[in-house]
């Protein structure tokens, strides 16, 4: 892995850079050292100005190739910061790029400044070190690394997570899963009591939601990397709970997935305000890298909820969903009932799913869920116990009416797909 480290001769550049050039040799490749002049100083200054940053750069390249026995390259270029190292990366196939943090009395924290210009331009990972981290003892193998992920259900997630997960393989990692949970949507995701405040976690909402973290954070533990979950309730500004819980862990490194957002939505910007403010190293990982060579971590199906309505089509999709559903797995069975039923009726319905579950599961081939809820919007419950139960797929039985007999009657399983982000099948009858 190629890596590049913009440096602007500072002593806090100077330290990023050895940072950087451990972690070439780490790593098993060798490292850019960059500079870059803007074009008016070079059209002021002229050649020499040129000739004495060259000097420099090959200087410190020297004495980071001694320091680290890495194959250091100094790299001096004219032009914006920022897009003369994207071109670089490109050109290079640079996977990921060093550079050190603003100092504490930086105007408005480097808000608009250097590193936020590349972070916004940069298509692969870009890491912000900070002096007094643990990283470099890392890369010399002393000691596991110490990574808070920031944790949610979206793309940037899953994408920094795979990076994670890939700097595994260079040494041990300790994970802990930061979630700021702003409590009274989450509670409205997965058809729980709203709270009374936003601190206000019932022990359902943080045991769904511990589940469903640990899901999230399953494919790291294939790779030998020991994790843990941290909720904590949130109102505001998602960054500053999260800086707030990584700062409480003592972590090394902060590791975000952004969207590189830009304009006015950067002042919701994770990323942004995370390399700014954390008094740790932050990594942030755009979902672009996922299209520059990213290993990306594969679906996989553990847990599949399915629903019937005890007609053909619903009972046809419990078929579908155990074949689906592999070995060791769990199938939910959900039946939704009138708002209005009876305890027996309740009842009755349990024993009409418990008939569904095929003779061939009696030998335990698959964990067995069986749900009877009420509700008058089955869609809207169904949706909602699949948060809850934190599926992999849904399997929704459909009769595939077109025309003017689905504009009147409706269909749940296309209002489930339409509400529920999670991935649906859709069992249709075969035609008669």
């Not at 997935?257 to 990982?285: D, E, I, N, Y």
């Not at 169904?382 to 797929?393: F, G, K, N, S, W």
Request: hydrophobic share 45%.
């Amino acid at each position: 892995m190629t890596i590049a480290c913009a440096t602007n001769f500072s002593d806090a550049s100077r330290h990023a850079a050895e940072a950087a050039a451990r972690l070439a040799q780490r790593m098993g490749g060798p490292l850019c050292l960059v500079h870059v002049l803007s074009g008016n100083v070079v059209r002021t200054f002229g050649q020499s100005v040129c000739d004495a940053a060259q000097a420099t750069l090959h200087d410190e390249a020297r004495r980071l190739e001694a320091l680290a026995s890495v194959a250091v390259e100094p790299v001096l270029l004219t032009g914006e910061l920022e897009q003369a190292v994207n071109d670089l990366v490109h050109k290079r196939g640079i996977r990921l790029v060093v550079a050190s943090a603003p100092r504490e009395d930086t105007p408005f924290r480097g808000l608009g400044g250097p590193l936020d210009r590349m972070a916004q331009t940069l298509e692969v990972p870009f890491l912000v070190f900070r002096e007094g981290s643990a990283l470099e003892a890392w890369t010399r193998g002393e000691h596991p690394l110490r990574v808070m992920l920031g944790v949610d259900r979206s793309r940037p997630f899953e994408v920094a997570r795979d990076w994670v997960k890939a700097l595994a393989g260079y040494g041990p990692l300790e994970v802990v899963g930061g979630r700021i949970v702003w409590v009274g949507s989450e509670a409205e995701r997965l058809g729980l009591v709203h709270p009374h405040s936003y601190k206000d976690m019932s022990p359902e909402l943080r045991e769904a939601l511990d589940r469903e973290s640990d899901a999230l954070l399953e494919p790291l533990r294939t790779a030998g990397v020991r994790t843990r979950t941290r909720l904590e309730p949130g109102l505001g500004r998602i960054a500053d709970h999260l800086i707030a819980l990584a700062s409480e862990e003592q972590v090394d490194l902060l590791v975000v997935g952004t969207h590189q957002r830009r304009a006015l939505a950067k002042l919701w910007s994770v990323s942004q305000a995370a390399r700014r403010l954390a008094p740790m190293s932050v990594a942030s990982v755009p979902v672009l890298a996922a299209e520059q060579g990213l290993e990306q971590e594969p679906p996989r199906v553990r847990t599949v909820l399915a629903t019937t309505d005890f007609q053909e089509a619903g009972d046809r999709a419990i078929a579908y969903a155990f074949a689906i559903t592999p070995p060791g797995g769990t199938v939910h069975l959900l039946h939704v009932e009138p708002t209005e039923a009876t305890p027996e009726e309740l009842q009755a319905a349990r024993h009409q799913l418990e008939l569904r579950v095929p003779q061939a599961e009696q030998d335990g081939k698959h964990k067995v869920e069986l749900s009877v809820l009420k509700g008058d919007d089955v869609a809207g419950v169904i949706t909602q116990a699949a948060e809850r139960y934190c599926v992999d797929l849904l399997c929704l039985g459909t009769h595939g009416r077109t025309g003017v007999s689905r504009a009147v009657l409706g269909s749940v399983a296309q209002q489930v797909m339409a509400r529920s982000d999670r991935p649906a099948v859709t069992v249709r009858m075969p035609r008669a």
